[in-house]
């Protein structure tokens, strides 16, 4: 096929007020690949807003995290698609056939168990992949918890999309592999978009390098 050129798109700041560009950046080469989209949507939002601006029909992935609460200005967001109030963005994303992964990290439990005390193997992976941004990384492991769970096949082709703390700011083609197959099988193909900085401190929405609208993660689903 020889040499290709294309671009690249560098957002100045991290976070969810990149998600509709970074859609149509991630959908638009979607649809010229012809390959899946995979999602990391912790809430459903932004995976609820990637069937919206779908043009065609695209299989979609929505990969997320187990259900629990996270951290935000005005108190705890539930994540992991849950099905109570804010479930509703699970029910539509279950009635337009996405497929729906549920399941841990596999770069982070056993460290984050013991407060990164004793590091281990997947947890200096972790902090090393978070050189490139918070969305690379999970970008790289929403593909991995695909292919772990049977929604994707190894040597795939897909769109992966994720983000730092809420919302998409990074969009990789990717190859998809298994966990236990990450350094010999998976590749990372392109970049389609990503932030040129990166969020260093904790929590992420107080960083001078994030942007984006936490309010409506604080309304139920309609």
């Known amino acids: 096929m020889g040499d290709q050129i294309r671009e690249v798109t560098y957002f100045e ?3 969810e007020a990149n998600t509709d560009r970074l859609l149509d950046l991630a959908i638009a080469r979607a649809g ?6 995979v999602i990391a949507s912790e809430t459903g939002r932004s995976a609820v807003r990637a ?4 043009k065609k029909s695209l299989p979609l992935v929505v990969v997320t995290h187990y259900p629990s609460r996270t951290w935000g200005p005005n108190g705890d967001i539930p994540i992991g698609l849950q099905r109570d109030e804010y479930g509703a963005y699970r029910r ?3 009635e337009a056939g996405a497929t729906i992964v549920q399941g841990t990290r596999p770069f982070a439990p056993p460290s984050r168990a013991i407060q990164w005390d004793h590091p281990t193997p997947e947890g200096i992976i ?9 969305g690379m990384k999970i970008a790289i492991e929403a593909v991995l918890m695909a292919t772990d769970a049977g929604a994707l096949v190894p040597g795939e082709e897909v769109v992966s999309c994720a983000g730092t703390f809420k919302g998409l700011d990074t969009a990789i083609v990717v190859r998809a592999a298994h966990t236990d197959a990450f350094f010999r099988e998976l590749d990372i193909l392109e970049i389609v978009a990503k932030p040129r900085t990166r969020v260093k401190t904790l929590p992420e929405y107080e960083s001078p390098v994030w942007r984006g609208d936490l309010s409506q993660y604080y309304r139920p689903t309609k």
């Open 13 to 15: 700041y991290a976070g």
């Open 32 to 37: 010229e690949m012809g390959c899946r989209l």
């Open 51 to 54: 069937l919206d601006r779908m």
């Open 92 to 94: 539509r994303l279950e």
């Open 126 to 134: 972790d902090k090393t992949l978070t050189l490139f941004g918070a």
